[in-house]
């Protein structure tokens, strides 16, 4: 289709004021947090399922493809506009519809910022556990469309944990519901696929979220290390004990600088690695686990375990751990994030490992990670101008998630496989295991209309 005409029809269904086509919104609407770029044809912000509907249903008949974005914070390319397209901007349904405390339960439109929805909830003494780092930014339907994670959940899950049912858009612009309130649904748990579909499936509308009280007590450590190998154990050794903390994060020596040099969180500048550890729970017995948390750090030879005094040392030990990405950003131009997962008893192991492909590539690696999960988080520094810079960094980030599959882990813990990541599908899945996903994707969208190129390589002699 003529590219003018899809402009004026989307814009005659969305209003010519919420759609965007200049050659700027297209060069913006072509960026996320990854390495990709793509250019769509159009931008489109609806403000209602109806127009989310109204759009994809003329998306099919006109053969243009349809990406859905949050906020573009995701790091593995999921909504670069690979072929062009419509860019489905969600951002203008962003109302909360529902708290309903009594059944513990939240339903909300995509474009809700994460910690939106929670600063509405501690009024009621409430919380939404999952809790990227990004929360500021991303939205709730990015976190559906990734199946985000965050430091609470090791304790309390991913967001698919908390994601009991929506309402969906499908390719044809059929709007249907999956799920509902109630914990578990008879048939096949279509929620379950849907979320962390990284928008190839379907776009959701509406997101119904299981909401938890507040626990009553919160204790929050920085255990300070000499050695990764020491932090890396301390780990391990805290989990085998059948201790759960609600986080268990770790950063490395070169974070720690890039934290200290912009947010001041506290964490001296002469360790190797510092692990967050947060317990939440009851009050009653709550001093005795830390107490057990400090004696296991120290048989794995901590230098010193300081304990957050009050709710402005936590949340300055906080600020260290969720600003750490941006502080690194403040190295070097760039940076690829590299997100594998290992047994949390190889992480000592396969840390070395990252250090050597650092050393063998020259290029400076910092670590800041959900360890608790074994979820690493490497993130390669450099300088996208300098291309041959820049093809060292696709080598020594893929080199990396093939340490975490042969260590038994996985290429992605929450950062979805989006297009960064596709060519590294091999290393953990069959071709009949990605045979069998592309059969899932035909039957919910078999023309291809949603996020065409993500998640699943293409298959010699098979479906395309
Ligand atoms: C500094 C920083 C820190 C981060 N920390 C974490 C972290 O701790 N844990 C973590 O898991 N991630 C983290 N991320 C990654 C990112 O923030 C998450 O993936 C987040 O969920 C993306 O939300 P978003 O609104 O930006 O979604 P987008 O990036 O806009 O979209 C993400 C994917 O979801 C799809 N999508 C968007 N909306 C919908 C919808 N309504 N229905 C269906 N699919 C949809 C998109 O097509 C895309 O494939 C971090 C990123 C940054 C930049």
Redesign the pocket.
């Known amino acids: 289709m003529d590219r003018e005409e899809l402009i004026r029809s989307v814009g005659q269904m969305v209003g010519p004021e919420n759609t965007l086509s200049s050659e700027t919104d297209l060069m913006l609407y072509g960026y ?2 990854s390495l990709y770029r793509g250019k769509p044809d159009c931008i489109t912000l609806p403000g209602s399922t109806e127009e989310v509907s109204r759009v994809v249903r003329f998306a099919r008949q006109a053969g243009v493809h349809v ?10 390319g ?2 670069i506009p690979i072929q062009g397209g419509i860019v ?3 951002s203008r ?1 962003n109302k909360i519809l529902e708290i309903d405390i009594e059944n513990q339960r939240a339903i909300v439109e ?2 809700v ?2 910690l939106g929805l929670k600063n509405q909830l501690v009024r009621s003494g409430y919380l939404y556990q ?6 500021k ?15 609470h ?1 090791l304790k309390y899950g ?2 698919t944990n908390h994601v009991l049912g ?1 309402e ?1 858009v499908l390719y044809d612009g059929e709007i249907v519901w999956v799920g509902g309130k109630a914990l578990d649904n008879p048939g096949y748990d279509l929620t379950g696929i ?1 979320v962390g ?9 509406k ?1 119904v979220l299981r909401i938890m009280p507040k626990p009553e007590a919160v204790k929050t450590m920085l255990a300070i290390y000499n050695t990764l190998k020491d932090a890396g154990n301390t780990v391990s050794a805290i989990i085998a004990e059948g201790i759960i903390p609600a986080t268990l994060e770790m950063l490395d020596k070169l974070t720690i600088k890039a934290v200290e040099e912009s947010i001041h969180a506290g964490f001296p500048l002469d360790a190797e690695a510092v692990l967050l550890i947060e317990l939440d729970g009851l009050k009653d017995g709550i001093e005795r686990l830390a107490g057990k948390i400090v004696e296991i750090c120290k048989k794995n030879n901590v230098r010193e375990v300081k304990v957050a005094k009050n709710e402005a040392d936590r949340a300055q030990l906080w600020a260290g751990r ?1 600003g ?3 502080a690194v ?1 403040r190295l070097r131009p760039n940076y690829l ?1 590299c ?1 594998g997962t290992v047994p949390r008893t190889k992480l000592p192991e396969v840390l070395s490992k990252v250090v050597e492909v650092g050393n063998k590539y020259n290029l400076a690696i910092a670590n800041v990670f ?1 360890a608790g999960d074994g979820n690493l ?1 490497p993130l390669i520094l450099f300088d996208e101008r300098n291309e041959e810079e820049l093809k060292r960094v696709r080598l020594a980030g893929s080199e990396i998630l093939k340490l975490c599959s042969d260590a038994g882990g996985t290429i992605s ?4 496989i ?1 297009a960064e990541k596709i060519k590294e599908m091999f290393l953990v899945f069959t071709t009949e295991d990605m045979a069998a996903m592309k059969r899932v994707k035909k039957a919910f969208d078999p023309e291809d209309v ?2 065409p190129n ?1 998640v699943i390589p293409k298959l010699e002699g098979s479906l395309s």
Not at 68 to 74: E, L, M, Q, V
Not at 130 to 135: G, N, T, V
Not at 413 to 416: R, V
């Open positions: 996320d947090a990406v859905a974005r949050g906020s573009g914070t995701n790091l593995s999921g909504t489905l901007h969600l349904m995509p474009g910022f994460t999952p809790d990227p780092a990004s929360e930014v991303s939205t709730l339907g990015g976190n559906f469309g990734e199946n985000s994670g965050g430091p959940c991913v967001t929506a969906v849907l579909s990284e928008g190839t499936l379907g776009i959701a509308t997101i969720k750490a990405f941006g950003a994030v997100d959900h988080h813990g929450e950062h979805g989006g949603y996020n993500k």
